[in-house]
């Protein structure tokens, strides 16, 4: 008997739980910056040592970051189901939890890679990157990560996963950054799509379950609902 498919949509709130603060807040700011100066392809050009170091500062927190029980049980959903995980976040947390098939959006923050077009990646743990360190083509090497400005190139790879999903998961993500919020409507037209959120979410326009709590309290409500 083939395994259902689950596709998992994972954002910021999934690993706000571990302590990983959320990319961008309300007041538009992440750990004190401006998003744009930290997260968009202009504030590389602008000020690639200040980008440098704010993506080496994350990836030394990441180190001592743990997987919460929602990543985990979203991991152990691989024992009943054939699961994809695709994630807005930069963390490891979903590999460290024990997923197997994630596709990561906007990039690792484990990796780098060359200025030149994200060629020449490189997988660098937590350590910090050098001003001065270079790709493999000589070019600046900078942390591996699809800013605001930048194509997505895994949209496809996504898109594919979650056209046959039969089952969706929405968690920790408002849907509200294109072009991954229009994943959802992808899904084939009987999917069962579930969104678990403690905060209001914008209308969608295909009958959803709501599970209103935080991650790990919804995951483990749905975990049970769907392996029982």
Known sequence: MNKQKIVVLSGA???????????????????????????????WYKNPDLMT????????ELEHKQPNEA????????????????TQNIDDLHERAGSHHIIHLHGEATKACSENGKRFVQDIGYRPIANDEKAQDGARLRPFIVWFGEAVPLMDEAVREIETADIVIIVGTSLNVYPAAGLLYYAPSDAQIYVIDPKEVQPISRHVHFIKEKATVGMRQLYDQLVK
């Open 13 to 43: 709130g999934i690993s706000a739980e571990s302590g990983i603060s959320t990319f961008r807040d309300s007041d538009g700011l992440w750990e004190n910056y401006d998003v744009q100066e930290v997260a968009s392809i202009d504030g």
């Open 53 to 60: 170091r704010f993506y080496n500062e994350r990836r030394a």
């Open 71 to 86: 990543h985990r049980l979203v991991a152990a959903l691989e024992e009943h189901f054939k699961v994809t995980v695709v």
